[in-house]
């Protein structure tokens, strides 16, 4: 009896250090084999992956094996809380159908030089879908191998049951004022009465739907009754830096004016961006972008995604001076690389020609970036130097609300709200963004 209750709490203790492990692995290309993962709202490319429970919607993922053979690929998803820990229950209590599902839908890849296999599916489908609201990571594996990871995406299921609304207005502190953006928000949570506010609800502010810089750990300003209003002067700020820098790369062969050169063979071809540098004292311009994230397509062939060719783009950055920035290191960023700080999206100085240069191997698309740079002692992310920050930005917001019942073992997702910097500021003509 001892033995197999010890075999047991080995098996349990196994399980969830797997799950801890996997909750820490939220948005990863773990294969070098991997390209070009898009994970969206279906029919959107530039829509975060967020469904609502018990409904009709579907996501849409897409990615590229480069091996361009044919692989046994599969995904799970696993449930999170809203710090993106292992929520404490089994896939039973969050997930209805299947545990593993494969994916059976690809192609190879045609009318392109470069020779990859184009994976997609839709989820949930009829084998398996998600029982609960909260945050989720989805894993691809391989060969039904849980432990052969390839990649893991984030992605959130909604249940509203709070409302909320926001607005974004200047700082009132004058050294931050033309810099940085405040949101002051309320949240109506009359359908769910929490008992203890400061510890059932919890508040989640991302911009661009960027998990590296979120907010967290808001307290209420101010309880009306039902209304929780969060107002604090020195909460909820985020750099506002700058339009999103971009690169037109839906042809090789027709070169936009962000494109210097192009070398090209039979085996492939190579692109020189035009040589880039600080923006911080430039004069703040709006103009549209994707907000950090990239778009799939091509205007030579039909099908973007196994009709859609690869090319070695070289990026180079420079300082005013043509030297080295200080105790910091200069990474390119946005989801064309993934978001992540590794010493493949890392710029490297090179002395001879007084630039920082990456080379990005990347499938023909419209691509959002900025240069970033992280402090070698601090480990701060910084634009100060390379963008600059100006209040007028253009950014979206996106404020979720978690709720964690009494008794309850995880934090459940009850209510989003979005707020754009221009359109839900105080006295903005919405006409400026037609």
């Known amino acids: 009896m001892h033995q197999l209750l010890k075999k047991q709490l080995v098996s349990i203790l196994l399980l969830l250090s797997a799950t801890a492990v996997m909750a820490q692995e939220t948005d990863r290309i773990v294969k070098p084999n991997i390209r070009s993962v898009k994970f969206h709202v279906k029919g959107d490319q530039l829509a975060y992956p967020i469904m609502r429970l018990n409904s009709g919607d579907q996501l849409e993922l897409h990615f590229d094996d480069m091996d361009a053979d044919v692989k046994y690929y599969s995904y799970t998803f696993t449930l999170c809380n809203a710090d993106w820990t292992p929520a404490m229950l089994s896939q039973f209590d969050y997930m209805k159908g299947f545990s593993n599902v494969r994916i059976n839908t690809y192609r190879n890849s045609s009318l392109v030089l470069t020779r990859y296999t184009h994976y997609t599916c839709n989820l949930p489908d009829r084998n398996t879908m998600p029982t609960r609201s909260g945050n989720y990571i989805l894993k691809v594996f391989t060969n039904g191998d849980t432990s052969q990871v390839a990649f893991t995406k984030r992605f959130l299921v909604i249940d509203t049951k709070v409302s909320a609304g926001a607005t974004i207005v200047q700082p009132f502190n004058t050294s931050i004022a033309k810099t940085q953006q405040k949101l002051q928000f309320n949240v109506n949570v009359q359908n769910i009465k929490p008992t203890n506010i400061f510890q059932q609800i919890k508040v989640v502010i991302l911009q661009n739907f960027r998990w590296d810089n979120c907010i967290t750990n808001l307290q209420p300003t101010f309880i009306k009754q039902n209304i929780l209003e969060y107002n604090t002067e020195n909460q909820a700020l985020f750099p506002a830096q700058k339009e999103w820098r971009w690169v037109d790369l839906t042809s090789f062969r027709l070169q936009t004016d962000r494109i210097e050169k ?173």
Do not use: C, H
């Not at 990026?315 to 030297?323: A, E, G, I, M, W």
């Not at 917001?397 to 989003?416: N, Q, S």
């Open 262 to 434: 192009g070398d090209y063979s039979n085996i492939g071809q190579t692109l020189f961006i035009k040589p880039e540098g600080e923006r911080k004292d430039l004069r703040y311009m709006y103009y549209r972008d994707y907000n950090g994230m990239y778009q799939l397509m091509n205007i030579e062939q039909n099908n973007p995604y196994w009709q859609g060719d690869y090319a070695s783009v070289w990026f180079r950055y420079s300082t005013p001076d043509r030297k080295e920035i200080p105790g910091k290191e200069l990474y390119l960023f946005g989801e064309m690389t993934n978001y992540e700080l590794t010493p493949a999206n890392r710029l490297t100085f090179n002395a001879e020609t007084g630039m920082y240069e990456n080379k990005q191997f990347l499938k023909q698309a419209l691509y959002d970036y900025i240069y970033v740079t992280r402090d070698k002692a601090t480990k701060q992310l910084s634009t100060d130097v390379t963008e600059g920050n100006w209040w007028e930005t253009e950014n979206m917001y996106t404020i979720l609300i978690y709720y964690r019942p009494l008794g309850g073992r995880a934090d459940e997702l009850v209510g989003m709200t979005q707020a754009n910097s221009l359109a839900n500021r105080p006295n903005f003509n919405n006409n400026r963004l037609l």
